[in-house]
């Protein structure tokens, strides 16, 4: 049986050639896109079917919508979170993130806020540590070109912060990890958990995206040569603003048939 696809209603239809026309850089990245009223003249609909459309972009995460000044084609290519890799060109900047910005040719920004808490039941499972003990809580916001991209949260046990004199908004070159190297506790070992789910309220107003617009969550449990964890960090990313790159090589013996 032949399945025949019924016409696209008009708003899909404009979304489609909206998206193709920033595709084809007809509209730029960090521009704006022509108003509701222009836009339902060329297309001679409603206003109210220019803004279902545009709503379609915006929950792509094409374009955004700036208060008082219209709505505007992302200008931030997509970022490359490379896990192998992230790690070793740490000396380029102050992190990961840093270099991985700097990569693409964009300017590397942060917000950083410490706080110590006590241990949640969740946090002290991962950390190792027991429940209601302090916990030096790293809450950061990251921008490329000065829109946001990224917030993470990052859980330290409290004496080892102290320690490593990570409990200051700056950790200086090289990041929270070049300081816990120098005090013997080096993360050498990584886990990570992927998981895509709609973004809450808060991150959605973080990284100024649309509530329930996809994002990638990435747990990532990092510990020390004795398989101790040091660091327990929360990434949450716009789900169309990042790719994740994993590579592994299999070492395995092989028996040709």
């Excluded at 730029?28 to 222009?38: A, F, I, R, V, Y």
């Excluded at 379609?56 to 290519?77: C, E, H, K, Q, S």
Aim: with cysteine; glycine share 8%; proline share 7%.
């Amino acid at each position: 049986m032949t399945t025949i696809e019924p016409p696209q209603p008009r708003f899909a239809q404009i979304a489609g050639v909206l998206r193709d026309r920033i595709a084809r850089e007809i509209y730029k990245g960090g521009e704006p896109l022509p108003s509701e009223p222009e836009l339902a003249k060329e297309f001679g609909v409603s206003r109210i079917t220019i803004n279902r459309a545009v709503g379609i972009l915006r929950t792509d995460g094409l374009v955004r919508v700036v208060r008082g000044r219209g709505t505007f084609v992302r200008a931030i290519p997509v970022v490359t979170r490379r896990a192998n890799s992230r790690f070793v060109a740490r000396d380029q900047g102050l992190g990961a993130f840093d270099v991985e910005v700097r990569d693409l040719g964009m300017k590397p920004g942060s917000e950083v806020v410490v706080d110590r808490v006590p241990a949640s039941d969740r946090a002290a499972e991962l950390l190792q540590v027991e429940p209601g003990s302090e916990v030096v809580v790293r809450r950061r916001r990251f921008f490329a070109n000065d829109e946001p991209v990224q917030v993470a949260d990052s859980y330290i046990p409290g004496p080892l912060a102290e320690e490593a004199g990570v409990t200051e908004a700056d950790t200086g070159p090289g990041g929270s990890y070049s300081r816990l190297a120098e005090v013997g506790r080096a993360p050498v070992f990584f886990s990570e958990t992927v998981s895509c789910r709609g973004a809450s309220a808060s991150e959605a107003k973080l990284l100024e995206m649309e509530p329930q617009q996809p994002v990638l969550e990435v747990l990532l449990i990092a510990s020390d040569r004795d398989h101790i964890p040091v660091s327990v960090t929360q990434h949450v990313m716009a789900g169309h603003q990042w790719k994740l790159n994993y590579e592994w090589s299999d070492d395995s013996e092989r028996v040709d048939a």
